[in-house]
């Protein structure tokens, strides 16, 4: 079945650090999207990828959906401590725009000041 | 309303007993979602409704688990005769049905305690 991996767990870096989360699938997906949980709280989107190699930048966040469609990034330059949580990558199958999105397990990011 | 919103917030309730989580989606949107999070852990699909119908209730651990949807709006989430195991966050989430962007709003949750 539809899996969606993501790594690492856990990253934890020094304020001013770059980071860096993957995600891959089992299977071509049709899209992907990236959400963030702050501690305590519940995720909020961040941003959809559609088409193949789109690349897309949010301020310091930049996220790359491979040519494939299969696997994902999300790169924060120079981390700032109200980076902190936990990111999630998610994907519908190919072909659909509706229905399940298969959640990664998502990186856990501490950031030291 | 303005976003999603579930009650209770928190819920606390002996082995054995019934529980009902509920969930109001935003105004408009058709899709609604169930997620289960266990402290430090990734979310858990549970069921996904389309209007009032159910196209995916796979990820449902166990027959003890149930979950509605009225008037392609409120849904509810059972869970008979609960466990321990059961302890977690649920959380709820709603999406509009647009052809291509259908990110997905996240209510606050209910954190559920199974004693």
């Known amino acids: 079945g539809q899996q969606v991996m993501q790594i690492p767990q856990y990253q934890h870096v020094q304020e001013g650090e770059d980071f860096t989360t993957y995600c891959n699938s089992s299977?071509?997906?049709?899209?992907i999207q990236w959400y963030k949980q702050r501690p305590g709280g519940h995720p909020v989107f961040l941003i959809q990828?559609?088409?193949?190699?789109e690349v897309k930048k949010q301020k310091r966040l930049t996220f790359q959906f491979g040519e494939a469609k299969k696997n994902s990034s999300l790169h924060i330059t120079a981390t700032q401590t109200t980076d902190v949580g936990t990111y999630f990558c998610?994907?519908?199958?190919?072909?659909?725009?509706?229905?399940?999105?298969?959640f990664g397990r998502g990186t856990q990011l501490t950031v030291w000041p | 309303g303005a976003g999603v919103s579930q009650s209770p917030s928190n819920k606390v309730t002996e082995k054995g007993k019934d529980v009902e989580l509920r969930c109001d989606p935003i105004?408009?949107?058709?899709?609604l979602y169930w997620y289960r999070q266990s402290l430090g852990q990734g979310l858990e699909f549970l069921i996904y409704?389309?209007?009032?119908?159910?196209?995916?209730k796979s990820g449902l651990p166990s027959d003890r688990f149930s979950a509605e949807r009225t008037g392609g709006s409120v849904s509810t989430l059972t869970i008979q005769r609960t466990q321990q195991e059961d302890s977690a966050v649920y959380l709820c989430?709603?999406?509009?049905?647009?052809?291509?962007?259908?990110?997905?709003?996240f209510g606050p949750g209910t954190r559920l305690t199974v004693l």
């Open positions: 990828l559609v088409k193949s190699g």
């Open positions: 409704f389309q209007g009032n119908s159910a196209p995916d």
């Open positions: 299977t071509t997906l049709s899209n």
């Open positions: 989430a709603s999406s509009g049905s647009g052809p291509t962007y259908n990110e997905q709003f």
């Open positions: 105004s408009g949107h058709t899709a």
């Open positions: 998610a994907g519908r199958n190919r072909g659909s725009t509706l229905g399940r999105l298969y």
